[in-house]
């Protein structure tokens, strides 16, 4: 049995080890909870069980617990300049048993792990089924939910270490995939333009109807595109639109 408000004040714990007053500790502390209820409100909606709601909510809270400490040791939350956070998380669980602290079940533990090592990766490992690709699936609509929430109101200066990125050029590539309903690898990305509209199409690896109508409701798209109004970025916002309306029938 999972026990959620026991987990969250474990976490809390955990957190106070943090320096809560480095703005970016505070920023991956309030998406944690943001992805928490996102997660629940996604299996509730799911109709799932009540100790599949629990789980899924667990995973959320659980997920970018290897964050704090990928900061701490390397100031940086880019998995390429330091380590990958998701793998990292679920080894600093594993370490000392830790993850016996917020669920006792060895089975649904082996679910919480391999949900928190997928949901960073750029596509779901095709390796899972049953509760483990559920779950995965879950965390990863809940995760990209809240980037696309960030998109709409954190500063450009936070995000890309500048004031404006409008004027910047998207790539065809970028485009074309975008066009074609297609996650784009960031292989091609090119400018910070290029990274918003690959951040935008997300949307395309989004897999439960729930998570399309919470996108539809908040009005994400429309908010991040009010941001960069450009004749291009309005024909992303019409295909987007579109794909979330078809999506959330
Ligand atoms: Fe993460």
């Not at 400490?69 to 300049?81: P, V």
């Not at 998701?86 to 602290?101: H, K, P, R, T, Y």
Request: with cysteine; net charge negative; hydrophobic share 35%.
């Amino acid at each position: 049995m999972i026990n959620i408000e026991k987990s969250k004040d474990i976490f809390k714990n955990y957190v106070e080890k943090y320096d809560r007053t480095n703005p970016r500790i505070a920023l991956k502390i309030a998406h944690t909870y943001r992805v928490t209820e996102t997660a629940k409100k996604i299996a509730e909606e799911m109709n799932l069980s009540e100790e599949q709601i629990k789980l899924a909510e667990l995973i959320g809270l659980l997920h970018d617990i290897g964050r704090f400490e990928q900061l701490k040791r390397y100031d940086t939350f880019n998995d390429s300049e330091s380590i990958n956070h998701a793998e990292f998380g679920a080894s600093l669980l594993e370490e000392n048993n830790f993850i016996n602290e917020f669920c006792k079940d060895k089975k649904s533990q082996n679910i919480i792990l391999t949900a928190i090592r997928n949901h960073n990766k750029y596509k779901i490992d095709d390796t899972l089924e049953g509760e483990s690709l559920l779950q995965s699936k879950i965390i990863r609509d809940a995760d990209k939910i809240d980037i696309l929430n960030l998109m709409t109101f954190e500063k450009f200066e936070t995000l890309f270490k500048k004031d404006e990125i409008i004027d910047e050029k998207i790539s065809e590539q970028i485009l074309k995939d975008f066009f074609n309903a297609k996650q784009t690898n960031r292989q091609y990305v090119k400018t910070d333009m290029d990274n918003w509209t690959l951040d935008i199409g997300m949307i395309f690896d989004i897999n439960f109807k729930p998570s399309f109508k919470i996108l539809k409701e908040k009005d994400y798209i429309n908010k991040i595109i009010d941001r960069t109004k450009t004749d291009e970025m309005e024909q992303i916002r019409k295909f987007a639109n579109n794909y979330i309306e078809e999506k959330s029938k």
